[in-house]
T-cell receptor, first 113, second 113 residues
Framework: DAKTTQPPSMDCAEGRAANLPCNHSTISGNEYVYWYRQIHSQGPQYIIH???NNETNEMASLIITEDRKSSTLILPHATLRDTAVYYC??????????????FGGGTRLMVKP | NAGVTQTPKFRILKIGQSMTLQCTQD?????MYWYRQDPGMGLKLIYY???????DKGEVPNGYNVSRSTTEDFPLRLELAAPSQTSVYFCASSSRRGHTEAFFGQGTRLTVV
């Protein structure tokens, strides 16, 4: 699986958009980009994933550059409850291992009032 | 809807003791995983299973054993606990369909003294 690089921490004002970047310059053509978050010490929570098209769901939007070497997770109106560690993960689906995930250090997002 | 349930939530073990961390899911997922998370770090895969009767090692399997006798349950056994096994343990599951999300339990916080 491709390695990802994320800033260790970011701040965001409540109500504003939070834009979390992820670099995955060695991504291969069949690897997907996944985002998970971990609030305090809870279990990680799935947010969104994509291959090459931009994706949006009720939680967030995922913007993937045309060359697929980087992506941005956008939380459109951050709230205090969005304070968490956000993990960007790149992987290919493997029938022999399912959705086995490799977690890096992630970005600690602090949403401030 | 329970999802992934882990027990116990907290446990203190003495060096050399053994214990089993329980994990059960009610989503009929084929794939199940055990991760550990040390303070300030990302999650590391210990063991995984692609279905009942099939298990395989992850990144950090030493000191642990697993079994998968049913689709629902995936217990993690610690033999001869060591201080290095002090960590938070997360169980997760995902369906057979490709590129779906993994669902995580709330974790078991284990301290070995």
């Amino acid at each position: 699986d491709a390695k990802t690089t994320q800033p260790p921490s970011m701040d965001c004002a409540e109500g504003r958009a939070a834009n979390l970047p992820c670099n995955h310059s060695t991504i291969s053509g069949n690897e997907y980009v996944y985002w998970y978050r971990q609030i305090h010490s809870q279990g990680p929570q799935y947010i969104i994933h994509g291959l090459k098209n931009n994706e949006t769901n009720e939680m967030a939007s995922l913007i993937i550059t045309e060359d697929r070497k980087s992506s941005t997770l956008i939380l459109p109106h951050a709230t205090l409850r969005d304070t968490a560690v956000y993990y960007c993960i790149v992987r290919v689906w493997n029938n022999n291992a399912g959705n086995m995930l490799t977690f890096g250090g992630g970005t600690r997002l602090m949403v401030k009032p | 809807n329970a999802g992934v349930t882990q027990t116990p939530k907290f446990r203190i073990l003495k060096i050399g003791q053994s214990m089993t961390l329980q994990c059960t899911q009610d989503m009929n997922h084929n794939y199940m995983y055990w991760y550990r998370q040390d303070p300030g770090m990302g999650l590391k895969l210990i063991y995984y299973s692609v279905g009942a009767g099939i298990t395989d090692k992850g990144e950090v399997p030493n000191g642990y054993n697993v079994s998968r006798s049913t689709t629902e349950d995936f217990p993690l056994r610690l033999e001869l606990a060591a201080p290095s096994q002090t960590s938070v343990y997360f169980c997760a599951s995902s369906s057979r369909r490709g590129h779906t999300e993994a669902f995580f339990g709330q974790g078991t916080r284990l301290t070995v003294v």
